[in-house]
């Protein structure tokens, strides 16, 4: 609809030098003018009134763009696999989502069309031109085509620096996002400044790549606005010439000049179309980069191997893995089985891999060979979606979303009814927190949960997963930062969890491992020995070495030692 319009604008401004020619020849004929004159006005209205209404059509459907292509993108970053997402560093993709889709706007509306219709009304102008004097027509285009050439030579440098100051500004929000993600230690550490430098030098390539980008775009803005003086200049020289002969009439000289004057617009929305589409070729490149990383597949909405609501088993056969070809291997070979219910508990040095057996669990990273089972189907059979609702998951850093304490828990199982959320806050402790808290439930928790202490994040993780009554619970280092009160309490809720659910628990605290049903010691990347705790006392030198140590400051009553 906006190039229809657009289209009716540049008509109507076709044939205004026409009527303005008419009315030349009229007024050297003494013949009344009033027709014509009111011709010339309708004209330039319904011109004026087409092209005010395509602008705002266009401006709408460009928000409407942009809106769309932040939607794909960030349904897109949502869905990518952890694996891709080790690659890119968010606050560049977040640059992507604003400042990116912000210069796809005007490539996929305003470009388009003003290239579509500033082409069509040139080439009908320069037809008219031709048919009026061809002469003339031919030092216009002669004109022209130089600008032209020229341009083909410059849009494309307008593109690289476009590019390069787009990624320059990625790593801007990329640096920020650090500092953010840090500030207390930043500023504990004293490194503001080093911070604020390394910010400034990514901030500097992106203000240099921006003013190549503007100094090309002045130099084809010259070249637009030497053009149409240079044609005019001819015109006027060639075709005073000829009208001193009588070759031709003055009217065609005017109207041939008008048509001259008319072709700056048209000109200059090719020109511009032009520089804005290579400026979003590069903006289209960096969000083509992202549309490239490996995503998770679309929720399939079916349900995965009939399993009831029982609790799942585990394991894995012969789990080799590695998290890049770049780095060494992690598992090597992992083969351990966990029976349905209970508590499994994970030992082992740092570096073990005892984290990464719950990434493959989850499927956020694939075993280079080997299998992972669970109820005895290969996870990879499973629905991604059904697999992982299965799964009650709590991350080492336990992590929490800005907003509400109640968002916070509910964000795995949005239909929890409030007595749900009671109990799992009286079973993690926190129902004394959200008695003192100014709006209880309701209450802000800040940016990554900043206005909670450690040990509360922690619990409102452990929560969340709790709410969640899951077949399979994951806890990661779950109460490293609980105090020994705190940690007896989850103890106790996790013992009550083991009875309706599996629990796999990585653990360094000895009180957490001592009531584990089963534990599997690993060390660089193997299972070294499975089984109970005194089993292991007697029977592997590893754990009893972490025993008598490790473990030993988790147990403020001397029991370990003895033990």
Same mark, same amino acid.
């Given at each position: ?6 289209l ?24 009344a ?5 009111a ?7 319904i ?20 809106f ?63 048919v ?58 004293g ?38 003086p ?8 060639l ?16 109207? &041939?000049?008008l048509?001259? !004057?008319?072709?700056v617009?048209?000109? /200059? *929305? #090719?020109? @511009?179309? =032009? %520089? ?6 590069a ?32 394991? &894995?056969?012969?789990?080799? !893995? ?5 780095r /060494? *291997? #992690?598992? @090597?070979? =992992? %083969? ?11 030992v082992?040095p ?15 990273y ?27 998951? =709590?991350?080492?850093?336990?992590p ?41 439930l ?5 940016h990554r ?24 619970l ?21 013992a ?58 988790a ?9």
């Open positions: 609809m906006a190039g229809i319009l657009t009716a604008g540049s008509a109507a401004a076709l044939v205004q030098p026409l009527a303005a020619g008419r009315l030349v020849d009229t007024l050297g004929k003494g013949e003018m009033t027709g014509l004159l011709g010339l006005a309708v004209l330039v209205v011109g004026a009134g087409a092209n005010a209404l395509s602008g705002y059509i266009l401006g709408r459907a460009a928000e409407t763009v942009v769309s292509a932040r939607m794909s993108l960030v349904s897109r970053i949502a869905r990518l696999r952890p694996a891709a997402m080790d690659r890119v560093q968010p606050g560049d993709l977040m640059a992507r989502m604003t400042s990116d889709t912000v210069l796809l706007r005007e490539v996929v509306t305003r470009s388009l069309v003003d290239g579509f219709v500033g082409t069509l009304s040139l080439l009908a102008m320069l037809a008219v031109m031709c009026l004097d061809p002469l003339l027509f031919g030092a216009t285009a002669a004109v022209f085509a130089v600008n032209l050439a020229v341009l083909g030579l410059m849009a494309p440098n307008i593109r690289k620096a476009t590019e390069r100051a787009q990624e320059a500004v990625g790593a801007v929000g990329a640096a920020t996002e650090k500092m953010l993600g840090a500030f207390r230690t930043v500023k504990a550490s490194a503001e400044s080093r911070q604020i430098e390394a910010i400034r030098g990514a901030a500097e390539r992106a203000r240099r790549h921006g003013v190549t980008a503007v100094g090309w775009n002045a130099l084809i803005s010259s070249a637009m606005g030497f053009a149409v240079a044609a005019i200049l001819a015109v006027l020289g075709g005073g010439a000829r009208v001193a002969v009588g070759t031709i009439e003055l009217s065609t000289l005017i109207s &041939f000049l048509y001259l !004057f008319y072709l617009g048209p000109f /200059e *929305q #090719v020109m @511009n179309a =032009v %520089s804005q589409l290579q400026v979003g070729t903006a289209v490149h960096r969000l083509q980069e992202v549309a490239a990383l490996d995503v998770d597949p679309e929720p399939a909405g079916l349900p995965g191997p009939e399993t009831g609501g029982r609790p799942a088993s585990v394991r &894995f056969d012969e789990v080799y !893995f590695r998290y890049s070809d770049e /060494e *291997q #992690v598992h @090597n070979g =992992v %083969s351990f089985t966990v029976p349905p219910g209970g508590m499994t508990a994970f082992g740092s570096g073990a891999g005892k984290s990464t057996v719950f990434a493959l669990i989850e499927r956020f694939e075993p280079s060979s080997g299998r992972v089972l669970l109820d005895g189907v290969d996870v990879r059979d499973w629905p991604l979606d059904a697999l992982r609702a299965a799964m009650g998951y =709590v991350e080492q850093d336990a929490v979303l800005d907003g509400t304490l109640r968002e916070n828990l509910v964000l795995a199982a949005p239909h929890a009814t409030d007595q749900e959320i009671h109990d799992v806050l009286v079973a993690t402790r926190l129902d004394g927190l959200v008695a003192g808290l100014p709006s209880g309701a209450t802000v928790v800040g949960g900043n206005r909670l202490s450690g040990g509360e994040r922690q619990r409102v993780a452990i929560a969340r997963a709790l709410l969640r009554r899951p077949r399979l994951l806890l990661d280092e779950a109460t490293s930062q609980l105090d020994a009160v705190n940690e007896l309490a989850l103890r106790e809720a996790v009550v969890a083991a009875r309706m659910t599996t629990v796999l628990v990585v653990a360094h605290r000895l009180s957490t491992v001592m009531q584990a049903d089963q534990i599997v010691v690993m060390e660089a990347g193997r299972v070294r020995a499975v089984g109970t705790h005194q089993q292991l006392v007697a029977g592997d030198a590893l754990y009893t070495e972490l025993a008598a140590t490790q473990f030993l400051t147990e403020p009553d001397g029991e370990g030692a003895r033990r």
